[in-house]
């Protein structure tokens, strides 16, 4: 007797949530599916070729004063170094080619694709406040920064048809992992 009261007790703390939740009316009653609304919300990642940019517009000029306001207290004047991270390697008229080493990769001059940029600042900046940025201010913001790096000329517009055709510094800098024969000039891993 003393025995299966023993066994009792832990089997009536256990009984009590598993009944409860079983009284629930939805099974487990954990979590509510999402809405198609706030899938949306963060489905809206920008491929390599572009084809998802939303329309829009900005220039080298547009882009300076937004940074200024919204990114510089992290990033520095113009991108050049802040309290966090630099954005640019390289001036105007002169891309930073590489090679890159360890603190360098962090430079938009690193990526592969122009297109990689504008999805990064869309996605997760300014950081305080990531997802505020209208589409012309990205755009606006790329443009800046592109032409900061030498990638692009001050004159440049950005658009979503122009964007994806900004030839990075670096796009053939990287090699598979797997060696191919006779090489790509499309990495074969993509
Ligand atoms: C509150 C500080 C803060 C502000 C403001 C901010 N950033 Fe950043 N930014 C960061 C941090 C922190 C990282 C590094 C994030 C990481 O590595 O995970 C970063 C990374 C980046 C990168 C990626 C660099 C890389 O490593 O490849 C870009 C591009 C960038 N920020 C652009 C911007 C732009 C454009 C704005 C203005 C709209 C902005 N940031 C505003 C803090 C900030």
Redesign the pocket.
């Known amino acids: 007797m003393r025995c299966s009261l023993k066994l009792l007790v832990p089997v009536i703390f256990l009984a009590v949530p598993a009944l409860a939740l079983a009284q629930s009316s939805s099974r487990f009653n954990v979590g509510t599916p999402l809405s198609q609304q706030e899938i949306k919300s963060f489905d809206f990642m920008i491929g390599p070729d572009g084809k998802e940019l939303p329309p829009g517009h900005g220039s080298p000029k547009d882009g300076s004063a937004?940074?200024a306001k919204?990114?510089q207290?992290?990033?520095g004047q113009n991108g050049e170094g802040g309290a966090?991270?630099r954005?640019v390697l390289g001036s105007p008229g002169n891309p930073f080619r590489g090679p890159f080493r360890d603190n360098e990769k962090?430079?938009?001059s690193y990526y592969p694709y122009a297109t990689v940029?504008w999805d990064?600042?869309n996605r997760?900046?300014?950081?305080?406040n990531p997802g505020s940025?209208t589409a012309d201010e990205v755009y606006s913001?790329v443009a800046f920064?592109f032409y900061r790096n030498g990638i692009i000329k001050e004159t440049d517009v950005l658009d979503e048809k122009t964007l994806p055709k900004v030839e990075m510094p670096n796009r053939h800098g990287f090699v598979p992992d797997i060696p191919v024969y006779p090489p790509e000039p499309k990495p074969s891993w993509w």
């Open positions: 937004i940074f919204r990114c207290v992290c990033h966090i991270r954005l962090s430079a938009l940029v990064y600042i997760a900046m300014p950081a305080s940025l913001l920064l």
